[in-house]
């Protein structure tokens, strides 16, 4: 099934644009959600709630493609990942600075999160269940 990726704006403390991810990342469209997110970015977007109550799967890709956005919202610029290598790095590097503060996570399912905790991403976000609190979080 294809990945449909939503996104609307919500006013906490800060503007924070939430982006809803309903379906399956992974190899397939994993830049596909980058791209959004730097189109994003390039319109004064710094902040990032990924929905992610309706994501059935998440793969490696999946996992780089949300760490490409922790590290975009920090001001990095983003390597290419052409070739699949610098990929990898993206996870390291978003690993380096510890919790996320420009990018959190909204309700994801248990089987998505274990994804994250097996390769030991589980803390590198905050994880919210509820959306104001999560928007307010910012």
Do not use: W
């Amino acid at each position: 099934k294809a990945m449909i990726i939503s996104t609307s704006q919500s006013q906490g403390n800060v503007p924070v644009t939430v982006i809803k991810l309903d379906g399956q990342l992974d190899a397939q469209n994993h830049q596909e959600l980058i791209t959004k997110a730097q189109e994003l970015y390039n319109v004064g977007v710094r902040n990032f709630l990924f929905d992610l109550s309706d994501l059935t799967y998440i793969s490696s890709s999946g996992l780089v493609a949300l760490c490409s956005v922790a590290l975009l919202a920090r001001g990095e610029k983003l390597p290419s990942t052409e070739d699949g290598r610098p990929a990898s790095r993206h996870l390291v590097r978003a690993t380096e600075a510890g919790t996320q503060k420009h990018v959190k996570l909204l309700s994801p399912r248990s089987e998505v999160m274990h994804v994250f905790d097996i390769v030991g991403l589980g803390t590198l976000f905050e994880v919210f269940t509820n959306l104001d609190q999560a928007i307010n979080s910012f």
